[in-house]
């Protein structure tokens, strides 16, 4: 974010502006095609060629040479350079549904089962640019419109207002906690895609969304003097996981193992780190906020995002062909399997979320025995599956004897399952519960600060 913001401070004294990586370097892109709207008026400027006024509606190509960048559109002479910016001319009238810049082909869900590629409309200004010979864009706009448009982004417009309000402050308050900064070497503070958090520019931007933001401008979670590293996930599948145990490092105290239930409700079971727990937690249908049960207005799919898939997320169930596990395995591990023996749990968290996993297999060069350790949830849920497994709470059961024809994943969940779960918030909003109770059911010991 500009120094307005906070690349060297997490706490700004007023609104900053954030800078959004929507087309990336891996996304190996040669062109870029966008539309300009109708209004405001844009100036686009570029390194080599000082400014130039597009008319409103113009659809404008950028188009990767060697060492530039070639533009062409109706009533623009082609012009050539290495750097690119579009920016209002005017004032900008407020962001509503599907305003701004549309930018086409781009892609939602980079490295997760549900990949595809969606026309985005982007508020503020864009820019373009080579990083490394490959084009990238970069969304530059206000934080509270970023906000607003990342509460329906990750899910959906029709969620009740208490959920949009508490996802709005999840989302706020894990940007400016300003933790991992995966992609500042672009030059951005965050990226448009899962890895980060979920931003489509206007493209579901509802009435909702943009009260959520402005009912909570400014306000972030706190705990111990510091804005919580508010992480979230679809759904945790009936218990909370650990921060350690995903990412490693000190525990956390508001991001701990906690079932998603009320305090004392049912109590159960509370802690899935063993086989015999987590089989017997898979198999049930615990009283949880996420459990579907609690989804009284209609299928839970008529709440999500728009690129999110329909699909059991609460328990789930996923099978493999000795082949397909096989080839999977060999082509993300650069193994040279002949046959997969077996898939063994090595460690789990309190949630039941696998943190190392040891796959056995037959080698196909000296026919011996060997085996692989897989350390990570997310290494585990993508190696495990072509399409990226739901999450790693689940367990194996093979068919066929020694060298099994098929793997069944029995699962819990959707995502990491740390913190903030976003179908148990919608199960809780659904049924009467406030925006702060929500936040301080899924971050517990945080407190609600407003500070710009």
């Excluded at 970023?146 to 329906?152: K, L």
């Excluded at 909370?240 to 049912?266: A, C, H, I, Q």
């Excluded at 936040?439 to 010991?445: E, I, Q, S, T, V």
Aim: hydrophobic letters at 35%; a negative charge; aromatic letters at 8%.
């Amino acid at each position: 974010m500009k120094r307005s913001g906070f690349l060297a401070d997490s706490r700004p004294d007023g609104e900053p502006v954030i800078r959004v990586g929507v087309i990336l370097p891996e996304d190996e892109r040669t062109l870029i095609s966008l539309v300009l709207p109708s209004r405001p008026a844009y100036i686009m400027t570029g390194d080599e060629t000082g400014t130039i006024l597009p008319e409103a509606g113009v659809r404008l190509e950028f188009r990767r040479r060697q060492d530039d960048i070639a533009v062409r559109g109706s009533g623009i002479a082609p012009a050539r350079g290495k750097h690119w910016k579009i920016m209002p001319a005017e004032v900008e009238p407020d962001s509503g549904h599907r305003s701004g810049i549309k930018v086409e082909k781009v892609i939602a869900g980079r490295t997760f089962h549900w990949r595809k590629l969606i026309d985005v409309f982007l508020p503020g200004s864009i820019e373009i640019r080579l990083f490394e010979k490959r084009l990238i864009l970069i969304n530059e706009l206000a934080f509270e419109s970023y906000v607003a448009c990342v509460a329906t982004s990750e899910m959906g417009s029709e969620c009740p207002r208490a959920l949009i309000e508490s996802q709005t402050i999840v989302a706020r308050s894990w940007m400016l906690a300003n933790v991992e900064m995966k992609h500042r070497f672009l030059g951005v503070d965050v990226c448009n895609d899962d890895c980060c958090q979920r931003y489509h520019g206007t493209n579901s931007l509802s009435r909702q969304a943009r009260e959520g933001a402005f009912f909570t401008r400014g306000q972030v979670l706190m705990y111990d003097g510091n804005i919580c590293d508010a992480r979230y996930s679809k759904s945790c599948g009936g218990m909370m996981e650990s921060f350690e145990t995903v990412w490693g490092g000190k525990p956390v105290p508001y991001l701990r193992v906690k079932p998603d239930r009320v305090e004392g409700n049912n109590p159960g079971i509370n802690d899935l780190s063993t086989e015999s727990s987590v089989r017997e937690w898979i198999a049930a249908n615990p009283v949880s906020f996420c459990n579907p049960d609690m989804i009284h207005e209609g299928p839970v799919h008529r709440f999500l995002g728009d690129v999110d898939e329909e699909g059991d997320y609460f328990r789930w169930e996923v099978r493999q062909t000795q082949a397909e596990l096989r080839c999977v395995l060999n082509e993300r591990l650069h193994l040279d399997a002949e046959s997969v023996l077996d898939v063994v749990p090595l460690r789990r968290g309190g949630s039941g979320r696998l943190s190392m996993v040891q796959v056995t297999y037959l080698s196909g060069a000296d026919e011996q025995v060997q085996t692989v350790e897989l350390e990570g949830e997310y290494l585990i849920r993508r190696v495990l599956h072509t399409q990226f497994l739901y999450s790693s709470a689940f367990i194996v059961e093979k068919t066929g004897g020694p060298v099994p024809d098929h793997f069944l994943f029995k699962g819990a969940g959707w995502g990491h399952g740390v913190g903030y779960c976003q179908i148990g918030a919608l199960g809780m909003s659904l049924n009467g519960y406030s925006t702060e109770d929500i936040l301080f059911h899924y971050l517990p010991g945080s407190q609600v600060t407003k500070i710009y």
